[in-house]
């Protein structure tokens, strides 16, 4: 089986060996960190074995569920935000057919997201949307409290009720959350939802391989055992230091590239499927680093697209940024450009080749154009868009962020800042409890 690669080459013109080689120690400490569950964070290093911890009854369990549900419904929808979210809106969107939605759901459930967001326009036109249709909920909250999917869940548990009566909704709902704690906890125990258990060690941007996000992923018709046999590769190869561990490049030399001065990472890709994994590696990277007023500031786009609305601003802005590019290298189809006799549009000089040949010549084109406009280039080669290759992605890049944190002293595991806005957000809408902060904010306002 083919195996996710990096290249730094171009990145090494920016940065020599030495400053990148600077970092060995640090993340040679930080790989031991997460093999001996020592350091910052470490009651949240439940990920770093997780796929290969993950028993054979769990996936049939899952996939068992996951069947139920694709029987019972044309609609799934999955409710959670942020790690419990982005993960398998990732990998569904990176393995699913493009226009999935716009297809007939007959054997297929489509996989729908809410709580997301706290937008009444959406949940009114999803509620509307699903006001004829057989509709399951998967409800995933590790705290159990997060109010954007409590609302959602709120709002569809009881729409789901009303249309398909409560007994039958309860064998509908299956809901994500902590073991013992949690307003959900105690809602799914008193209802007798199927249940599942995000264990205490694993945070929630590190949790897609868990049931939060291998449940939506089967429901979608994915096969999650692959996705976690890639990891489960992918962590033997990086479970010792050294040049063969990607991760401890990966984390090197951004690290190196942050020392230079370039404190905003790009992650690029050629492909649109993987807009998702961009949106997930921003949650990853940006929530793991950005404490103690350090850490690169974690961007993403989609190219060719976004050459045509960012491409300026990358090659002749000012030069704090460097790329990672996840290049696919094979597409699961074939598009050859067809010949034509007029040729009206003057393309007929690539006519006969792929579509992808062209987005290869793209990717090798803007490379050379952006290294030579100072733009440092770290490039990740995927050997194609399936189960195995996003799981090894997934753990490489969760391997990645958890060195590269340590080697930047931070904890990567924690996320204080989060809590900001939501004691503000409380004290605004006068949550019981909250009095005293009520006060304070109508002070500010
Ligand atoms: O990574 C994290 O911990 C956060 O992004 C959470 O996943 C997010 O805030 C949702 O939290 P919860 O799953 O508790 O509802």
């Keep these: 089986m083919k195996s996710i690669e990096i290249n ?29 569950t020592k350091g910052a964070g470490s009651d949240f290093h439940g ?6 911890e993950t028993t054979q009854e769990l996936v049939a369990d899952i996939n068992a569920t996951a ?3 694709r029987e019972a419904c044309d609609y799934v929808v999955c409710i959670g935000i942020g790690g419990s979210y982005l993960g398998a809106k990732a990998v569904i969107e990176a393995l699913s057919n493009s226009f999935d939605a716009y297809m007939a759901p007959a054997g297929n459930p489509k996989v729908l997201f809410a709580g997301q967001n706290i937008g009444e326009d959406y949940l009114f036109e999803l509620q509307n949307f699903l006001a004829d249709k057989r509709f399951g909920i998967i409800v995933i909250s590790k705290s159990g409290t997060t109010t954007e999917p409590a609302i959602a869940f709120r709002l569809l548990k009881e729409q789901l009720e009303r249309q398909a009566g409560k007994d039958a909704a309860k064998s509908l709902i299956v809901a994500i959350t902590d073991e013992k704690r949690g307003a959900l906890r105690q809602l799914a125990n008193e209802e007798g939802y199927t249940t599942y258990v995000i264990a205490d060690n694993v945070g929630g941007r590190f949790s897609v391989l868990s049931p939060v996000g291998l449940l939506p992923i089967a429901v979608a018709g994915h096969d999650i055992n692959a996705l976690l046999q890639g990891a489960i590769a992918m962590e033997e190869a990086t479970r010792n230091p050294g040049e063969q561990n990607i991760a401890q490049t990966y984390a090197q030399m951004r690290n190196a590239l942050y020392a230079d001065g370039k404190k905003i ?18 949650q990853l990277y940006g929530e793991s680093e950005g404490k103690e007023n350090k850490g690169i500031f974690p961007a993403s786009v989609d190219l060719t ?7 300026q601003w990358i090659q002749e802005g000012e030069r704090t940024i460097f790329e990672t590019v996840l290049s696919v290298e094979e597409s699961n189809h074939t598009c050859v450009i067809p010949s034509d006799e007029a040729n009206l549009d003057g393309l007929n000089y690539i006519a006969g080749k792929r579509v992808d040949y062209v987005n290869k010549m793209a990717e090798i084109g803007t490379r050379i154009a952006h290294v030579e406009g100072g733009v440092p280039n770290i490039r990740i080669s995927i050997p194609r868009l399936d ?16 060195i590269s944190g340590y080697i930047l002293g931070v904890n990567p595991f924690d996320q204080p800042g989060v809590e900001a806005y939501k004691k503000n957000m ?12 009520t006060a304070a904010i109508k002070e500010k306002l």
């Design 8 to 36: 730094i080459k171009e990145a090494l013109r920016f940065v020599n060996a030495d400053k990148v080689n600077a970092f060995e120690a640090a993340a040679i400490q930080g790989i031991a960190n997460l093999n001996e």
């Design 47 to 52: 990920w770093v074995n997780l796929a290969s």
């Design 67 to 69: 069947q139920r549900l």
């Design 265 to 282: 990472e790009i992650l690029v890709n050629y492909n649109p499927k993987l807009h998702f994994l961009s949106e997930w590696w921003k």
């Design 305 to 311: 697209t976004d050459l045509h609305s960012m491409g």
């Design 387 to 402: 189960e195995h290759s996003l799981g090894q992605l997934i753990y490489f890049f969760e391997k990645g962020c958890g």
């Design 426 to 437: 409380f004290a605004l809408l006068e949550k019981p409890g909250h009095e005293e902060a």
